[in-house]
């Protein structure tokens, strides 16, 4: 299912916000990493999304 652009760059801040939160809480390596992983994703489906 291709997600219009706004959704994804919506979705994209939305796991960085996460992320960092994570990173300036001081939380475990591998939550950091999984928050990343998600980050990432979001990342290459914009990408895919050709936008």
């Known amino acids: 299912m291709i997600r219009s652009k706004e959704e994804l760059i919506g979705k994209i801040e939305e796991a960085r916000k996460v992320l ?5 809480e001081d939380a475990v390596y591998e ?6 992983r998600i980050v990432d994703f979001w990342i290459e489906q914009y990408i ?3 936008y």
Not at 20 to 24: A, L, R, V
Not at 31 to 36: A, N, R, Y
């Open 20 to 24: 960092n939160k994570s990173i300036e």
């Open 31 to 36: 939550e950091i990493c999984t928050k990343s």
């Open 48 to 50: 895919a999304a050709g």
